[in-house]
């Protein structure tokens, strides 16, 4: 029998697209007389989107316009920024960052010194925060930074943690498991006894960006699937408060088109990115933009 020889392929051949054209990106302040422009291009890879408007969030710019294109294995977008007193960005070292900041590979990137990094997720319930503050206060944690979302009665929360004495992450797996152990006591006793969610905590040494993380938490968690509560105070009896979602499915061409329209709010953009890369759909075409308090967002997905 012959041998079969196969063909050599340099395992950094993927990237090299990338590596001969980095992500580029530019910040116009004359184009529009009321915000500015930032124009992003880049060879296109997963998760492209998602890196650019995490940075532009994390800035905590407000996206008024956007169009996303990426077709032919090429990203680009162009989105008009103002910051939040409705302003163009003219602060040099905001604008510094945005054009420098892509080529590097720690984008988004959230960190809080020597820490670790606590998740925590179940139901939620009043007093469980100050419950789980008290845990890791009698174990001699000290809290250095957190983020809690909740939604249909569900909690989920990253905690930055390190000692109280040396300020530096514990990497004494006893006194960790011991953690562990009483703060799922307390989330156990959140759950319903018929609910097939259970609650979860784990540990981190690295990092993480937090956001990115808590949407995750959630879609794993399938809030999505819970009904939520309503209290009165929380009822807008605006007609046009109720989100309006549409998905068309082009067969023919292979693509849905999804349209969104709701109230605008800050994040509002990256939270939509966010749960489209959970359920696994690329964005390759999509135009955003805000009139006043709604926001309309229109996109092509594969």
């Known amino acids: 029998m012959a041998n079969a020889y196969w063909p050599y392929f340099d395992p950094e051949y993927e990237s090299l697209s990338l590596r001969i054209n980095p992500p580029r990106a530019s910040v116009d302040n004359s184009s529009c007389p009321e915000c500015t422009v930032v124009k992003v291009d880049s060879v296109n890879k997963p998760g492209i989107l998602l890196e650019v408007v995490q940075v ?3 800035l905590d710019l407000i996206i008024t316009k ?17 910051d939040q007193q409705g302003k163009k960005i003219t602060d040099g070292k905001t604008i510094d960052y945005i054009e420098k900041t892509w080529p590097s590979k720690q984008v988004g990137v959230h960190s809080v010194g020597d820490h670790t990094a606590i998740e925590l997720i179940g139901r939620d319930r009043p ?48 006194r960790l498991s011991l953690m562990e152990e009483q703060l799922k006591n307390i989330l156990r006793g959140c759950d319903d006894e018929d609910s097939e969610k259970v609650a979860r905590t784990s540990f981190s040494m690295g990092f993480t960006h937090v956001d990115r993380r808590l949407h995750q938490m959630f879609f794993a968690d399938r809030d999505y699937e819970g009904g939520g509560v309503t209290t009165a105070d929380q009822v807008d009896h605006t007609p046009s408060f109720k989100p309006e979602i549409t998905v068309e499915r082009l067969e023919d061409k292979g693509y849905s088109v999804v349209n969104v ?7 509002l953009m990256f939270d939509i990115v966010c749960t489209l890369t959970d359920m696994q759909y690329v964005v390759f075409h999509a135009a955003i933009s805000s009139d006043g308090p709604h926001a309309s967002q229109v996109r092509v997905l594969e």
């Open 261 to 267: 329209k709701c109230r605008d709010r800050a994040k």
């Open 127 to 174: 007093g469980l925060l100050s419950e789980i503050s008290a845990v890791l206060a009698n174990l001699r944690f000290n809290v250095a930074a957190a983020e809690v979302w909740t939604h249909n009665r569900r909690i989920a929360c990253v905690l930055y943690v390190n000692d109280d004495t040396t300020c530096r992450a514990v990497g004494d797996q006893t």
């Open 56 to 58: 532009l969030s994390d």
């Open 66 to 82: 956007a169009y996303i294109s990426s077709d032919g294995g090429w990203f680009m977008d162009v989105f008009h920024v103002i």
